[in-house]
Protein backbone atom coordinates (compact mmCIF):
# COMPACT_ATOMS: atom_id res chain seq x y z
CA UNK A 1 0.00 0.00 0.00
CA UNK A 2 2.59 2.10 0.65
CA UNK A 3 4.56 1.46 -2.42
CA UNK A 4 1.26 2.43 -4.16
CA UNK A 5 1.08 5.66 -2.53
CA UNK A 6 4.61 6.47 -3.36
CA UNK A 7 4.35 5.75 -7.09
CA UNK A 8 0.75 8.13 -7.27
CA UNK A 9 3.32 11.13 -5.97
CA UNK A 10 4.49 10.54 -10.44
CA UNK A 11 1.44 11.10 -10.82
CA UNK A 12 0.65 14.35 -9.42
CA UNK A 13 -1.38 17.07 -11.72
CA UNK A 14 0.01 20.49 -12.35
CA UNK A 15 -3.22 21.77 -12.79
CA UNK A 16 -3.26 25.11 -14.24
CA UNK A 17 -5.61 27.10 -11.88
CA UNK A 18 -8.37 29.51 -12.98
CA UNK A 19 -6.72 32.76 -11.56
CA UNK A 20 -3.60 31.67 -13.60
CA UNK A 21 -5.40 31.36 -17.12
CA UNK A 22 -7.24 34.72 -16.13
CA UNK A 23 -3.36 36.14 -15.21
CA UNK A 24 -2.20 35.27 -18.86
CA UNK A 25 -5.65 36.81 -20.51
CA UNK A 26 -5.57 39.88 -18.25
CA UNK A 27 -8.85 39.82 -17.83
CA UNK A 28 -11.92 37.50 -15.57
CA UNK A 29 -13.39 34.98 -16.86
CA UNK A 30 -17.61 35.63 -17.15
CA UNK A 31 -20.44 35.07 -19.20
CA UNK A 32 -22.49 38.00 -20.46
CA UNK A 33 -26.25 36.39 -21.11
CA UNK A 34 -28.25 38.20 -23.87
CA UNK A 35 -32.06 38.14 -22.65
CA UNK A 36 -34.62 39.06 -25.23
CA UNK A 37 -37.27 38.85 -27.73
CA UNK A 38 -36.60 37.63 -31.72
CA UNK A 39 -34.90 41.06 -32.96
CA UNK A 40 -34.48 42.67 -30.20
CA UNK A 41 -30.63 43.04 -30.68
CA UNK A 42 -29.24 40.37 -28.71
CA UNK A 43 -27.46 38.35 -31.33
CA UNK A 44 -25.78 41.75 -33.44
CA UNK A 45 -24.78 43.65 -30.01
CA UNK A 46 -23.53 40.00 -28.80
CA UNK A 47 -21.02 40.23 -31.58
CA UNK A 48 -20.50 43.97 -31.65
CA UNK A 49 -19.55 43.66 -28.00
CA UNK A 50 -17.29 40.67 -28.93
CA UNK A 51 -15.73 42.84 -31.63
CA UNK A 52 -14.49 45.27 -29.73
CA UNK A 53 -13.11 43.44 -27.01
CA UNK A 54 -11.26 41.15 -29.31
CA UNK A 55 -10.19 44.59 -30.99
CA UNK A 56 -8.94 45.30 -27.30
CA UNK A 57 -6.77 42.57 -27.28
CA UNK A 58 -9.11 40.03 -24.87
CA UNK A 59 -10.28 36.56 -25.09
CA UNK A 60 -13.63 35.96 -26.04
CA UNK A 61 -16.41 33.89 -27.31
CA UNK A 62 -20.18 33.92 -28.46
CA UNK A 63 -22.49 30.81 -27.87
CA UNK A 64 -25.90 31.43 -30.52
CA UNK A 65 -27.83 29.56 -32.64
CA UNK A 66 -25.36 28.97 -35.01
CA UNK A 67 -22.98 26.88 -33.25
CA UNK A 68 -25.71 25.40 -30.38
CA UNK A 69 -28.58 24.46 -31.50
CA UNK A 70 -26.91 22.10 -34.97
CA UNK A 71 -23.74 20.52 -32.66
CA UNK A 72 -24.46 20.39 -29.09
CA UNK A 73 -28.02 20.86 -28.70
CA UNK A 74 -29.28 19.46 -32.01
CA UNK A 75 -30.86 16.41 -30.02
CA UNK A 76 -33.02 18.56 -27.97
CA UNK A 77 -36.36 20.08 -29.87
CA UNK A 78 -38.96 22.59 -28.55
CA UNK A 79 -40.68 21.05 -25.87
CA UNK A 80 -41.06 22.67 -22.68
CA UNK A 81 -38.46 20.19 -21.03
CA UNK A 82 -36.21 20.28 -24.54
CA UNK A 83 -36.14 24.17 -24.20
CA UNK A 84 -35.12 23.89 -20.51
CA UNK A 85 -32.42 21.18 -20.74
CA UNK A 86 -31.04 23.29 -24.16
CA UNK A 87 -30.81 26.72 -21.88
CA UNK A 88 -29.32 24.27 -19.19
CA UNK A 89 -26.16 22.84 -21.20
CA UNK A 90 -25.80 26.16 -22.85
CA UNK A 91 -24.84 27.61 -19.02
CA UNK A 92 -22.82 25.06 -18.37
CA UNK A 93 -20.98 24.98 -21.55
CA UNK A 94 -20.53 29.24 -20.91
CA UNK A 95 -19.69 28.28 -17.19
CA UNK A 96 -16.76 26.24 -18.71
CA UNK A 97 -15.53 29.41 -20.78
CA UNK A 98 -15.66 31.04 -17.91
CA UNK A 99 -13.38 28.96 -16.20
CA UNK A 100 -11.07 29.16 -18.95
CA UNK A 101 -10.94 32.51 -18.55
CA UNK A 102 -12.89 33.77 -21.83
CA UNK A 103 -15.25 36.48 -21.48
CA UNK A 104 -18.52 33.88 -23.12
CA UNK A 105 -20.90 35.25 -24.67
CA UNK A 106 -24.99 34.12 -24.72
CA UNK A 107 -27.25 34.89 -27.71
CA UNK A 108 -30.64 33.61 -27.05
CA UNK A 109 -34.00 34.08 -26.43
CA UNK A 110 -34.07 32.48 -22.75
CA UNK A 111 -37.62 33.86 -22.24
CA UNK A 112 -37.99 31.86 -18.67
CA UNK A 113 -37.08 33.46 -15.76
CA UNK A 114 -36.45 30.32 -14.11
CA UNK A 115 -33.99 28.90 -16.73
CA UNK A 116 -31.96 31.63 -16.39
CA UNK A 117 -31.71 31.48 -12.76
CA UNK A 118 -30.65 28.13 -12.71
CA UNK A 119 -27.90 29.80 -15.06
CA UNK A 120 -27.18 32.11 -12.88
CA UNK A 121 -26.88 29.38 -9.36
CA UNK A 122 -24.26 27.46 -11.43
CA UNK A 123 -21.99 30.54 -11.65
CA UNK A 124 -20.17 32.76 -8.66
CA UNK A 125 -21.47 36.14 -7.52
CA UNK A 126 -20.32 38.25 -10.48
CA UNK A 127 -19.66 35.58 -12.57
CA UNK A 128 -22.96 36.05 -14.46
CA UNK A 129 -23.89 39.24 -16.39
CA UNK A 130 -27.51 39.42 -17.26
CA UNK A 131 -28.42 41.73 -20.27
CA UNK A 132 -31.91 42.51 -21.01
CA UNK A 133 -32.36 43.74 -24.24
CA UNK A 134 -35.51 45.08 -24.25
CA UNK A 135 -37.46 46.20 -27.57
CA UNK A 136 -41.30 46.33 -27.89
CA UNK A 137 -42.96 43.63 -29.72
CA UNK A 138 -43.75 46.78 -32.52
CA UNK A 139 -40.15 47.45 -32.31
CA UNK A 140 -39.12 43.71 -33.31
CA UNK A 141 -41.69 42.86 -35.64
CA UNK A 142 -40.93 45.85 -38.02
CA UNK A 143 -37.56 44.52 -38.13
CA UNK A 144 -37.96 40.95 -38.66
CA UNK A 145 -34.79 40.26 -39.80
CA UNK A 146 -35.68 36.61 -40.55
CA UNK A 147 -39.41 36.65 -41.33
CA UNK A 148 -40.67 34.84 -38.28
CA UNK A 149 -42.96 37.53 -36.86
CA UNK A 150 -45.02 36.87 -40.54
CA UNK A 151 -45.13 33.52 -40.00
CA UNK A 152 -46.12 33.55 -36.30
CA UNK A 153 -48.81 36.04 -36.97
CA UNK A 154 -49.73 33.49 -39.61
CA UNK A 155 -49.69 30.48 -37.40
CA UNK A 156 -47.06 28.88 -39.26
CA UNK A 157 -45.12 29.33 -36.15
CA UNK A 158 -46.75 28.48 -32.55
CA UNK A 159 -45.29 29.60 -29.46
CA UNK A 160 -43.37 31.77 -30.37
CA UNK A 161 -42.01 34.70 -27.61
CA UNK A 162 -43.81 37.56 -27.58
CA UNK A 163 -46.72 36.74 -29.80
CA UNK A 164 -48.28 32.90 -28.69
CA UNK A 165 -45.56 32.41 -25.93
CA UNK A 166 -44.64 34.53 -22.99
CA UNK A 167 -41.75 36.41 -22.02
CA UNK A 168 -40.54 36.48 -18.79
CA UNK A 169 -38.57 39.91 -18.47
CA UNK A 170 -35.48 39.40 -15.92
CA UNK A 171 -36.55 41.28 -12.49
CA UNK A 172 -33.16 42.78 -11.95
CA UNK A 173 -30.79 41.94 -14.56
CA UNK A 174 -27.40 43.40 -14.48
CA UNK A 175 -27.66 45.70 -17.62
CA UNK A 176 -31.09 46.82 -19.36
CA UNK A 177 -29.94 48.03 -23.04
CA UNK A 178 -32.75 50.24 -24.53
CA UNK A 179 -32.56 48.52 -28.03
CA UNK A 180 -36.03 50.56 -28.94
CA UNK A 181 -34.21 53.60 -28.92
CA UNK A 182 -30.57 53.26 -28.87
CA UNK A 183 -27.88 52.37 -31.39
CA UNK A 184 -26.17 49.15 -31.61
CA UNK A 185 -22.54 51.05 -30.95
CA UNK A 186 -23.93 52.95 -27.96
CA UNK A 187 -25.37 49.69 -26.24
CA UNK A 188 -22.23 47.80 -27.33
CA UNK A 189 -20.30 50.03 -25.55
CA UNK A 190 -22.56 50.31 -22.54
CA UNK A 191 -22.05 46.78 -21.73
CA UNK A 192 -18.09 47.80 -22.07
CA UNK A 193 -18.27 50.27 -19.75
CA UNK A 194 -20.19 47.86 -17.34
CA UNK A 195 -17.08 45.27 -18.03
CA UNK A 196 -14.67 47.99 -16.62
CA UNK A 197 -16.42 49.69 -13.75
CA UNK A 198 -16.54 45.58 -12.33
CA UNK A 199 -12.59 45.56 -13.05
CA UNK A 200 -13.60 42.50 -15.46
CA UNK A 201 -10.96 43.45 -18.19
CA UNK A 202 -7.97 43.07 -16.16
CA UNK A 203 -6.73 40.42 -13.72
CA UNK B 1 -40.06 45.17 -47.76
CA UNK B 2 -36.70 47.49 -49.30
CA UNK B 3 -37.38 49.45 -45.96
CA UNK B 4 -36.87 46.18 -44.01
CA UNK B 5 -33.81 44.99 -45.84
CA UNK B 6 -32.11 48.76 -45.32
CA UNK B 7 -32.90 48.66 -41.60
CA UNK B 8 -31.15 45.31 -41.35
CA UNK B 9 -27.90 47.02 -42.81
CA UNK B 10 -27.67 48.41 -39.34
CA UNK B 11 -27.80 45.27 -37.61
CA UNK B 12 -24.47 43.54 -39.89
CA UNK B 13 -23.05 41.51 -37.27
CA UNK B 14 -19.27 42.10 -37.05
CA UNK B 15 -18.65 38.73 -36.17
CA UNK B 16 -14.58 37.71 -34.96
CA UNK B 17 -13.49 34.96 -36.90
CA UNK B 18 -11.61 31.68 -36.15
CA UNK B 19 -8.84 33.05 -37.97
CA UNK B 20 -8.96 36.21 -36.21
CA UNK B 21 -9.53 34.48 -32.78
CA UNK B 22 -6.63 31.89 -33.28
CA UNK B 23 -4.26 35.37 -34.34
CA UNK B 24 -4.63 36.83 -31.24
CA UNK B 25 -3.66 33.88 -29.48
CA UNK B 26 -0.85 32.78 -32.03
CA UNK B 27 -1.82 29.15 -32.01
CA UNK B 28 -3.93 27.05 -33.84
CA UNK B 29 -7.13 25.59 -32.12
CA UNK B 30 -7.29 22.01 -31.43
CA UNK B 31 -8.26 19.00 -29.96
CA UNK B 32 -6.02 16.97 -27.93
CA UNK B 33 -7.78 13.63 -27.48
CA UNK B 34 -6.84 11.54 -24.74
CA UNK B 35 -8.02 7.86 -24.81
CA UNK B 36 -6.52 4.73 -23.29
CA UNK B 37 -7.90 2.62 -19.66
CA UNK B 38 -8.27 3.74 -16.10
CA UNK B 39 -4.79 4.68 -14.69
CA UNK B 40 -3.48 4.99 -17.99
CA UNK B 41 -2.41 8.31 -16.97
CA UNK B 42 -4.54 10.34 -19.59
CA UNK B 43 -5.72 12.89 -16.89
CA UNK B 44 -2.01 13.51 -16.07
CA UNK B 45 -0.71 13.47 -19.17
CA UNK B 46 -2.84 16.12 -20.38
CA UNK B 47 -2.32 18.30 -17.25
CA UNK B 48 1.02 18.11 -17.62
CA UNK B 49 0.78 19.43 -21.64
CA UNK B 50 -1.66 21.93 -20.23
CA UNK B 51 0.72 23.76 -17.92
CA UNK B 52 3.43 23.42 -20.21
CA UNK B 53 1.72 25.02 -23.10
CA UNK B 54 0.50 27.42 -20.39
CA UNK B 55 4.41 28.40 -19.12
CA UNK B 56 4.93 28.79 -23.09
CA UNK B 57 2.07 31.18 -23.07
CA UNK B 58 -0.46 29.56 -24.99
CA UNK B 59 -4.39 29.02 -24.51
CA UNK B 60 -5.87 26.02 -23.32
CA UNK B 61 -8.39 24.46 -21.48
CA UNK B 62 -8.93 20.97 -20.37
CA UNK B 63 -12.10 18.83 -20.35
CA UNK B 64 -12.24 15.99 -17.64
CA UNK B 65 -14.22 14.08 -15.20
CA UNK B 66 -14.27 16.88 -13.08
CA UNK B 67 -15.82 19.67 -15.15
CA UNK B 68 -18.25 17.19 -17.36
CA UNK B 69 -19.48 14.66 -15.53
CA UNK B 70 -20.91 17.07 -12.47
CA UNK B 71 -22.05 19.64 -14.60
CA UNK B 72 -22.92 19.30 -18.41
CA UNK B 73 -23.17 15.32 -18.72
CA UNK B 74 -24.63 15.41 -15.46
CA UNK B 75 -27.78 14.18 -16.67
CA UNK B 76 -26.44 10.78 -18.08
CA UNK B 77 -25.78 7.68 -16.75
CA UNK B 78 -23.79 4.71 -18.06
CA UNK B 79 -25.63 2.80 -20.22
CA UNK B 80 -24.21 2.22 -23.82
CA UNK B 81 -26.40 5.39 -24.93
CA UNK B 82 -25.65 7.34 -22.60
CA UNK B 83 -21.99 6.77 -22.78
CA UNK B 84 -22.40 7.65 -26.34
CA UNK B 85 -24.27 11.00 -25.75
CA UNK B 86 -21.41 11.65 -23.13
CA UNK B 87 -18.91 11.15 -25.65
CA UNK B 88 -20.20 13.40 -28.16
CA UNK B 89 -21.44 15.95 -26.17
CA UNK B 90 -17.92 16.47 -24.58
CA UNK B 91 -16.95 16.29 -28.49
CA UNK B 92 -19.24 19.09 -29.22
CA UNK B 93 -17.94 21.75 -26.44
CA UNK B 94 -14.19 20.22 -27.48
CA UNK B 95 -15.21 21.89 -30.80
CA UNK B 96 -16.47 25.44 -29.64
CA UNK B 97 -13.36 25.67 -27.86
CA UNK B 98 -11.29 24.87 -30.60
CA UNK B 99 -13.16 27.13 -32.74
CA UNK B 100 -12.69 30.00 -30.02
CA UNK B 101 -8.73 29.23 -31.10
CA UNK B 102 -8.29 27.76 -27.79
CA UNK B 103 -5.80 23.94 -27.42
CA UNK B 104 -8.90 22.27 -25.89
CA UNK B 105 -7.48 18.44 -24.18
CA UNK B 106 -10.05 15.94 -23.38
CA UNK B 107 -8.70 13.26 -20.52
CA UNK B 108 -11.73 10.30 -21.20
CA UNK B 109 -11.49 6.76 -21.41
CA UNK B 110 -13.54 6.81 -24.45
CA UNK B 111 -12.76 3.26 -24.91
CA UNK B 112 -15.28 3.16 -28.29
CA UNK B 113 -13.84 3.66 -31.85
CA UNK B 114 -17.31 4.68 -33.23
CA UNK B 115 -17.47 7.74 -30.58
CA UNK B 116 -14.04 8.52 -31.18
CA UNK B 117 -14.56 8.73 -34.70
CA UNK B 118 -17.91 10.09 -34.47
CA UNK B 119 -15.74 13.02 -33.01
CA UNK B 120 -13.12 13.00 -35.40
CA UNK B 121 -16.13 13.58 -37.59
CA UNK B 122 -17.15 16.90 -36.32
CA UNK B 123 -13.32 18.51 -36.85
CA UNK B 124 -11.64 19.42 -39.60
CA UNK B 125 -8.90 17.13 -40.83
CA UNK B 126 -6.10 17.91 -38.68
CA UNK B 127 -8.20 19.71 -36.13
CA UNK B 128 -8.85 16.33 -33.84
CA UNK B 129 -5.24 14.99 -32.30
CA UNK B 130 -5.90 11.46 -31.03
CA UNK B 131 -3.69 10.30 -28.67
CA UNK B 132 -3.73 6.62 -27.31
CA UNK B 133 -2.07 6.71 -24.21
CA UNK B 134 -0.87 3.46 -23.97
CA UNK B 135 -0.71 1.08 -20.64
CA UNK B 136 -1.36 -2.44 -19.89
CA UNK B 137 -4.01 -3.65 -17.32
CA UNK B 138 -1.37 -4.74 -15.57
CA UNK B 139 0.14 -1.02 -15.26
CA UNK B 140 -2.69 0.70 -14.46
CA UNK B 141 -4.02 -2.10 -12.11
CA UNK B 142 -0.75 -1.50 -10.54
CA UNK B 143 -1.76 2.35 -10.13
CA UNK B 144 -4.97 2.08 -9.47
CA UNK B 145 -4.93 5.68 -7.70
CA UNK B 146 -8.70 5.22 -7.32
CA UNK B 147 -9.14 1.74 -6.38
CA UNK B 148 -11.30 1.13 -9.14
CA UNK B 149 -9.56 -2.08 -10.47
CA UNK B 150 -9.45 -3.51 -7.03
CA UNK B 151 -13.38 -2.95 -6.74
CA UNK B 152 -13.93 -4.35 -10.14
CA UNK B 153 -11.90 -7.26 -9.70
CA UNK B 154 -13.99 -7.53 -6.52
CA UNK B 155 -17.11 -7.26 -8.57
CA UNK B 156 -17.98 -3.93 -6.89
CA UNK B 157 -18.12 -2.34 -10.25
CA UNK B 158 -19.83 -4.07 -13.82
CA UNK B 159 -18.87 -3.42 -16.91
CA UNK B 160 -15.25 -1.57 -16.05
CA UNK B 161 -12.81 -1.14 -18.86
CA UNK B 162 -10.45 -3.29 -19.46
CA UNK B 163 -11.40 -5.82 -17.02
CA UNK B 164 -15.47 -6.57 -17.99
CA UNK B 165 -15.87 -4.09 -20.83
CA UNK B 166 -13.94 -3.92 -24.01
CA UNK B 167 -11.17 -1.44 -25.28
CA UNK B 168 -10.93 -0.40 -28.76
CA UNK B 169 -7.47 1.09 -29.35
CA UNK B 170 -7.40 3.90 -31.80
CA UNK B 171 -5.95 1.96 -35.46
CA UNK B 172 -4.20 5.02 -36.47
CA UNK B 173 -4.12 7.78 -33.73
CA UNK B 174 -1.78 10.63 -34.35
CA UNK B 175 -0.14 9.75 -31.42
CA UNK B 176 0.80 6.83 -29.13
CA UNK B 177 2.42 7.32 -26.00
CA UNK B 178 4.18 4.64 -23.92
CA UNK B 179 3.06 4.82 -20.48
CA UNK B 180 4.23 1.51 -19.78
CA UNK B 181 7.87 2.47 -20.27
CA UNK B 182 8.57 6.59 -20.23
CA UNK B 183 7.66 9.29 -17.28
CA UNK B 184 5.17 11.88 -17.53
CA UNK B 185 7.39 14.30 -18.05
CA UNK B 186 8.86 12.81 -21.50
CA UNK B 187 5.48 12.06 -22.55
CA UNK B 188 3.81 15.29 -22.50
CA UNK B 189 7.25 16.34 -24.26
CA UNK B 190 5.64 14.07 -27.34
CA UNK B 191 2.53 16.06 -27.32
CA UNK B 192 4.54 19.42 -27.52
CA UNK B 193 6.87 18.22 -30.30
CA UNK B 194 3.99 16.96 -32.42
CA UNK B 195 2.20 20.36 -31.61
CA UNK B 196 5.35 22.33 -32.80
CA UNK B 197 6.20 19.97 -36.09
CA UNK B 198 2.44 20.57 -37.52
CA UNK B 199 2.95 23.97 -36.86
CA UNK B 200 -0.28 24.33 -34.40
CA UNK B 201 1.89 26.92 -31.66
CA UNK B 202 1.90 29.56 -34.68
CA UNK B 203 -1.19 31.48 -35.86
Redesign the interface.
Given at each position: MAE?KA??V???????SRA??EK??QQKGVVLWFTGLSGS?K??IA??V??KL?EM?K???I?DGD?IRM??NK?LGFSPADRT?NIR?IG??A???S??G?IASTAFISPYKADRDAVRA?LKPGEFVEILVEASVDTCE????KGLYKKARAGEIKEFTGISAPYEAPDKPELVLDSNNK??DELADQVITYLKSKNLLTA
Open positions: QTNHWHDHRVERAKGSTNTDHHGHTYLNGLNEREVKLFDAVLKRDPGI
